[in-house]
């Protein structure tokens, strides 16, 4: 499984910005799409993640901000992030888990890069 995530870029605080994830090489449908972010010096950390039948769950810091979602007839997962603050600031990464409830993510895609400017 091959994924690629996209849509990052430089946003003003208070902004938004939608991420996508797009799958090829495995049942994408089946898979949990998780969404992780890492900044220098810090751990990688989780952000959200969306199910096979849709069930999501969110790191603290995010909820009511961002939602995820999926369209598998595109092989896509998306996170749409709203009201952004600066310290969303880092590279968001997505993942794929055949485990509803989350880890382990077996399969990683490069990251993108999110700036919020404060």
């Known amino acids: 499984v091959q994924l690629q995530a996209s849509g990052g870029g430089l946003v003003q605080a208070g902004g938004s910005l939608r991420l996508s994830c797009a799958a090829s090489?495995?049942?994408?449908?089946?898979?949990?799409v998780g969404w992780f972010r890492q900044t220098p010096g810090k751990e990688r950390e989780f952000v959200a993640r969306?199910?096979?039948?849709?069930?999501?769950s969110y790191a603290d810091s995010v909820k009511g901000r961002f939602t995820a979602s999926r369209d598998n007839a595109k092989n896509t997962g998306y996170l749409q992030m709203n009201s952004l603050k600066f310290e969303d600031t880092a590279v968001y990464y997505c993942?794929?888990?055949?485990?509803?409830?989350?880890?382990?993510?077996?399969?990683w895609g490069h990251g993108t890069l999110v700036t919020v400017s404060s």
């Open positions: 993942a794929t888990s055949n485990n509803p409830f989350g880890a382990p993510y077996t399969y």
């Open positions: 090489g495995g049942p994408f449908s089946t898979y949990t």
């Open positions: 969306i199910a096979q039948y849709g069930l999501t």
